[in-house]
C-alpha cells in the first residue's frame, strides 16, 4: 500500500520560511517523479514543483520561481519543499504526489498517489 505523508506545515509571518517534508512507502520511490500541489479555499489545485527521478530536472511554477525549491532523498525515500520568503498568498493545503514515471509533469493527472496534505498559513 503506497502511503505519503506530508509534514511542516505551519503558521508563519510574511517574509518567513518552511521546509515540508514528505515521507513514501509502498513504492519504489527512486524511479518515480516527485510532485507538490497546493490548494486554497474555494480553489482549484495548483501545481506547484515537481522534481523528476535522480534530481536532473526541477520545474516551478512562475510564483514562486527563486523562493521555494524541491530536493529529493532517494536514499531515504523523501521529497522536500524548502519555502522562503513567504506571502499570504501562499497560503494552501500543501499536498505532494507520486508519479509511476520517471520524468516529471506539471498536471495532476500525470500523478498516481497523493498524500492527505499539510496546511500552510502566512498571515501579513
Known amino acids: 500500500q503506497v502511503q505519503l505523508v506530508e509534514s511542516g506545515g505551519g503558521l508563519v509571518q510574511a517574509g518567513g520560511s518552511l521546509r515540508l517534508s514528505c515521507a513514501a512507502s509502498?513504492?519504489?520511490?527512486?524511479?518515480?517523479?516527485m510532485g507538490w500541489f497546493r490548494q486554497a479555499p474555494g480553489k482549484e489545485r495548483e501545481f506547484v514543483a515537481a522534481?523528476?527521478?535522480?534530481?536532473?530536472?526541477?520545474y516551478y511554477i512562475d510564483s514562486v520561481k527563486g523562493r521555494f525549491t524541491i530536493s529529493r532523498d532517494n536514499a531515504e525515500n523523501t521529497v522536500f519543499l524548502q519555502m522562503n520568503s513567504l506571502k499570504p498568498e501562499d497560503t494552501a493545503v500543501y499536498l505532494c504526489?507520486?508519479?509511476?514515471?520517471?520524468?516529471?509533469?506539471?498536471?495532476?493527472?500525470?500523478?498516481?498517489?497523493w498524500g492527505q496534505g499539510t496546511q500552510v498559513t502566512v498571515s501579513s
Open positions: 509502498g513504492l519504489t520511490f527512486s524511479t518515480c517523479a
Open positions: 504526489a507520486a508519479s509511476r514515471s520517471r520524468d516529471l509533469g506539471y498536471s495532476a493527472r500525470q500523478y498516481d498517489f
Open positions: 522534481i523528476n527521478w535522480n534530481s536532473a530536472s526541477t
